[in-house]
């Protein structure tokens, strides 16, 4: 437990200044954790970070990652899409040159993790430039969330959520985590203003709150796939960048969908 503290007090030290002065020092921030989580995907999969499956897919993930300004220069904005078909292509390419070592469901991992991770990360950066009071309130959400979860789910968990995948989880901890995201939400959204109309503010948080554990439960399949306790060791007590994430991971692009960012 107190490495667990420690490590989130000192990640928080670093990401949320980073989060206050936004711009590059937070995009570089958001692109670097992006690609830890696509090395994370690389690693479960059993494949080497320095080889050439490793940097199609982190060059697809990387050219869907960036903000969106960062590529002015091309055509359009699909062309982002183009290029990530592009590496798409050498991948299944690549396994042709390595007769099925590198296999089509390899290269269909690989980039369904790059799709999955990079367009997560590209909208964290997208809420930092809707507004610093944007970011948080979407993170304090997922925070709560996770928050409510544990400590509910220690004191009055009894029912197992989804026993197969996540043995921990109970459904007074899904709902407790969710309940505590509501009120804070609710309080956050009155000092900081988001959604101005309550009855949706209510809807909207509730949906994801839900959305993020939904996420959770998702990296929780896929860790029992392949046989792992975490998705990375980069947190000493929390795992990976995956771990960390994995609830963000769907919330953002739902808040997009709801226009907060």
Do not use: C
């Amino acid at each position: 437990m107190k490495q667990r503290v420690i490590t989130a007090v000192v990640a928080l030290l670093i990401f949320i200044p980073l989060a206050i002065i936004g711009k590059t020092p937070f995009n570089i921030l958001t692109i670097v954790l992006g690609l830890i989580a696509m090395s994370e995907i690389l690693i479960m999969r059993k494949k080497l970070l320095v080889s050439p499956e490793a940097l199609f897919s982190g060059l697809a993930a990387f050219v869907l990652l960036v903000p969106t300004t960062w590529l002015d220069f091309l055509p359009s904005n699909s062309s982002r899409f183009t290029i990530f078909y592009f590496f798409m292509l050498l991948l299944l390419l690549y396994t042709v040159i390595t007769r099925n070592r590198f296999s089509f469901d390899d290269a269909a991992v690989l980039l369904l993790g790059a799709l999955f991770i990079s367009m997560g990360f590209h909208y964290l950066i997208a809420a930092r430039q809707a507004g610093l009071s944007t970011l948080f309130f979407l993170l304090l959400i997922v925070w709560s969330t996770d928050t409510g979860a544990y400590l509910f789910g220690r004191r009055f968990g009894k029912h197992k959520l989804a026993p197969h995948i996540s043995p921990n989880k109970t459904w007074e901890g899904s709902i407790g985590g969710t309940l505590l995201a509501l009120v804070v939400g609710i309080i956050f959204n009155l000092f900081w203003p988001q959604i101005t109309n309550w009855a949706l503010a209510v809807g909207m948080i509730l949906v994801l709150s839900i959305v993020g554990q939904f996420g959770d439960l998702v990296e929780s399949a896929l860790k029992r796939f392949y046989g792992v306790k975490d998705s990375g060791r980069i947190l000493p007590g929390h795992g990976g960048i995956l771990d960390r994430f994995d609830s963000l991971l769907f919330v953002l692009p739902v808040a997009h969908f709801m226009f907060l960012l």
